[in-house]
Antibody
Framework: EVQLVESGGGLVKPGGSLRLSCEASGFTFSNPWMTWVRQAPGKGLEWVGRIKSKSDGGTTDYAAPVKGRFTISRDDSKNTLYLQMNSLKTEDTAVYYC?????????????????WGRGTLVTVSS | QSALTQPASVSGSPGQSITISCTGTSSDVGGYNYVSWYQQHPGKAPKVMIYDVSNRPSGVSDRFSGSKSGNTASLTISGLQAEDEADYYCSSYTSSSTYVFGTGTKVTV
């Protein structure tokens, strides 16, 4: 089955760190660019950042609110995407989704978010 | 990067057509054809309904269609059905090599 499964969410104090993981299965993980999107409780979707495939340079881009605090990486040998979150703020509280940037088999895209995980909740609170 | 502007809510009766607008700038919607639309039911992950302005992924009903004119993109749902009741978000690539989502529209059938 083609799927993405996020893990690593939980409760963390302001200023703390957390690392999220997203394990892919059912497709060749090294092909698509990968993205993190978050959604604060009762709010809209917010793009967090993206990592390109190794064949396209493996470079990253981030949204302004998380730049310098969050780092996206990927381990294609483990079919896993990561989001390292440092210096967390209360406004980072959200469900974090991983998604492919373009079709998961890279037959189209990038430019849109095709395959989504179910998300993992991160709560930043003292 | 400010969120793209969508109406907060749109409603229609079963069988009718509705259109949701998504307004940005020349640095996002107006500058690229990487506009996509997502449907999200409560407690669920979003699902792509339209990509590259007007393309439908395999498995998405042809009742959903997309278009763009200048800095405004639109999603039209024809033959409205009860299962279409959900939140809808647009998204666009931007000149900063990032993406921006719309503010979201609640569709009521």
């Amino acid at each position: 089955e083609v799927q993405l499964v996020e893990s690593g969410g939980g409760l963390v104090k302001p200023g703390g760190s957390l690392r999220l993981s997203c394990e892919a299965s059912g497709f060749t993980f090294s092909n698509p660019w990968m993205t993190w999107v978050r959604q604060a409780p009762g709010k809209g979707l917010e793009w967090v950042g993206r990592i390109k495939s190794k064949s396209d340079g493996g470079t990253t881009d981030y949204a302004a609110p998380v730049k310098g605090r969050f780092t996206i990486s990927r381990d294609d040998s483990k079919n896993t995407l990561y989001l390292q979150m440092n210096s967390l703020k209360t406004e980072d509280t959200a469900v974090y989704y991983c998604t492919t940037d373009g079709h998961y088999d890279f037959s189209s895209g990038p430019g849109y978010f095709d395959l989504w995980g179910r998300g993992t909740l991160v709560t930043v609170s003292s | 990067q400010s969120a793209l502007t969508q109406p907060a809510s749109v409603s229609g009766s079963p069988g009718q057509s509705i259109t949701i607008s998504c307004t940005g700038t020349s640095s996002d919607v107006g500058g690229y054809n990487y506009v996509s639309w997502y449907q999200q039911h409560p407690g669920k992950a979003p699902k792509v309904m339209i990509y590259d302005v007007s393309n439908r992924p395999s498995g998405v009903s042809d009742r959903f269609s997309g278009s763009k004119s200048g800095n405004t993109a639109s999603l039209t749902i024809s033959g409205l059905q009860a299962e279409d009741e959900a939140d809808y978000y647009c998204s666009s690539y931007t000149s900063s090599s990032t993406y921006v989502f719309g503010t979201g529209t609640k569709v009521t059938v």
